[in-house]
């Protein structure tokens, strides 16, 4: 009963902070529906990748970095003074699957698929570094998709992340536990699938993880 309590009390005080932070830093969220909004999102995604060295610039023409999971995916997007700074899309369960199933040889997913749903291209601009400014913007970003999971009943997170970002997640305090995910050798789809994002794969050490927000 007193865990319970702590974690409802944690979980006020942090959309309170969240609240707070939106209002005192002009930052606005929303989900991209309309055409204009998911090119925002895409062309956003592309400049994050481009600054983090995830993806070749020359690979991606039009500046925009979008693929098949997005039309079963939510995507969010945070605006500071209506200029867009953050994003992180949601991914539901579709027959296309999930990119970090996809990506890796996965031994152990044996969870309801319904239930499931992927973290993905999560990112902050890098020159929003100053008063912790990032810092807020991702924990404002994943509050938004832990609010968008809950009322589409998703009891479980996949990502696929290195374990610097992890760490970084760990000590945002949100209270979660990372279940590593079984993997075996790659095979020929898993290799194709890392194309998009072929330099994240490359020069980190991705791991897929499960993480289980039934309790939070």
């Given at each position: 009963m ?7 009390k944690?979980?006020f005080?942090t ?9 005192s ?8 529906v309309s055409?204009k ?5 895409f ?5 994050i ?15 925009k970095l979008?693929?098949k999971?997005?039309t ?6 945070a ?16 027959e296309?699957?999930f ?15 319904n239930?499931?749903g ?6 902050v601009?890098k020159n929003?570094?100053?008063?912790n400014?990032?810092?807020?913007i991702?924990i404002?970003l994943?509050s ?25 997640i760990?000590k945002l ?5 990372f279940?590593?995910l ?10 194709e699938?890392?194309?998009t ?5 490359e ?10 927000i039934?309790?939070?």
């Open positions: 007193n865990n319970l309590m702590q974690k409802i944690i979980r005080i959309n309170i902070l969240v609240n707070l932070w939106r209002l830093h002009s930052i606005k969220v929303k989900i991209a055409p909004e998911l090119e925002e999102v062309h956003l995604r592309w400049e990748y481009i600054e983090c060295g995830y993806i070749e610039s020359q690979d991606f023409p039009d500046q979008k693929d999971y997005d079963s995916s939510l995507n969010v997007i605006f500071k003074n209506n200029v867009p700074v953050g994003t992180v899309r949601l991914i539901l369960s579709s296309q699957g990119p970090t199933e996809r990506a890796f040889n996965i031994l152990n997913f044996n969870f309801p698929r239930e499931v992927e973290i993905s291209k999560l990112g601009k929003y570094k100053k008063n400014f990032r810092k807020k991702f404002i994943i938004e998709i832990y609010k968008l999971s809950k009322k589409n009943k998703i009891n479980y997170w996949l990502i696929g992340i290195p374990p610097f970002l992890k760490n970084y760990e305090n949100f209270h979660v536990s279940q590593e079984k993997t075996g050798p790659l095979k020929l789809e898993n290799v699938e890392r194309k994002a072929k330099k994240y794969f020069n980190y050490q991705i791991t897929p993880f499960l993480i289980n039934q309790k939070l």
